[in-house]
């Protein structure tokens, strides 16, 4: 009888080592820590054969940082501060979240395309599952978030409740008009943010309108869903303006739509089915005030496209004027 002791001892050393567990940390040992004044961030995608060849971009406010694809993740080194994180596909955004004020701290966030957010994990449960995947390479340089603004322009998807009841509509004078933007009763379980070049106008929810009182001149607007949708306002003081804030069913794009005068029997059909909302003074806090800041920002960057025409814009103006 043959000896089988060496091939015994051969075959029970593969099997040891294709069951022996993988070691306890994924490999991130050349990421430098966080300094003071940044948050590292690790978007985690959880694999799922379901949109398996689809890649996600990753917004940090304004600016598109990183890709992450199928079981694998992705490492953001941000500024410390108020972060609003997106991930997001062709327009739509399927996660959000703010990351404030966490100095030096390294924040793990898990994602499974159906998941309706991100998960924050602590460091043992992230490195248990990114032991197993490969991590993204990084993109070239940061690009501008231009169509992935759904969750920075519409707070309340990140639980800002900014809005209440009207305590009475302006009227216009001898230096300003009136603007009331409106909706419809489409997308009722959707909210959709107004923006100035001067900051928020208000979120509007289905069958809500909102009043702002501009100086005479020239004034740009902007919302978004899928995509932004920007508005020229030509106004003359002493004037009302009506804007339907639109919603199209087929693909969740908006578009912030004039009402001329010839459509003045439907509008009074419209605005009676709308409740008057205004922004709260007092729920503007500083974490909304910082992200004021950065959508008026991208709204003066996208008026001073429309100017020099590079970007497309709808016109409010005489034709529009009640």
Known sequence: MKNRQPYIFIFVCIVTLSIAPPGVLADTSDIAPPAADETLIYVIREGRL????????????????????????????AKTGLITLNLANSGSVFAATTIDNRASETVYLKWRLGDPGFTELDEASA???????KRMEPIDAPEPNNEHMA??????????????????????DNEHAVITFFRGKEADKLEFGVWS????????????????????????????????????????????????????????????????REQSSDLQGWLSKV??????????????RG????????????????????????????????
Do not use: C
């Not at 490195?127 to 995947?133: D, L």
């Not at 920075?152 to 009227?171: K, Q, T, V, W």
């Open 291 to 322: 992200r004021e800041e950065v959508v008026s920002a991208v709204v003066r960057a996208a008026a001073a496209k429309a100017k020099s025409g590079q970007a497309d814009f709808h016109l409010l103006g005489g034709d529009h004027a009640y």
């Open 151 to 172: 969750v920075l322009m519409n707070l309340s998807r990140l639980g800002f409740d900014l809005m209440r009841p009207s305590a009475g509509e302006p009227a216009p």
């Open 50 to 77: 379901l949109g398996k060849a689809n890649g996600y971009w990753i917004a940090v406010n304004d600016q598109t940082v990183a890709r992450v694809r199928n079981n694998k993740y992705a490492v953001v080194r």
């Open 127 to 133: 490195n248990k599952m990114m032991r197993k995947m």
């Open 197 to 260: 070049e001067n900051g928020f106008v208000g979120t509007l929810a289905a069958s809500q309108a909102t009043s702002i009182a501009v100086p005479a001149g020239t004034h740009f607007f902007m919302g978004a869903n899928m995509g932004t949708t920007l508005l020229k306002a030509q106004v003359e003081a002493g004037k009302r303006y009506y804007v339907l804030y639109d919603y199209g069913k087929m693909i969740g794009r908006v578009r912030l739509t004039p009402v001329s």
């Open 275 to 288: 409740n008057h909302v205004e922004v709260n003074a007092s729920a503007m806090s500083p974490r909304v």
